[in-house]
């Protein structure tokens, strides 16, 4: 199971960012 937690922390982390980044630049 550490690899799941692995990859959903990865993935929430990639995905806060991501909408983050968007707030940023107004594409």
Known sequence: ???F???GRA???YI???S???SFTAN
């Open 20 to 22: 983050k980044n968007s």
């Open 1 to 3: 199971m550490e690899g």
């Open 16 to 18: 806060h960012l991501r």
């Open 11 to 13: 993935q929430l982390l």
């Open 5 to 7: 937690g692995f990859y």
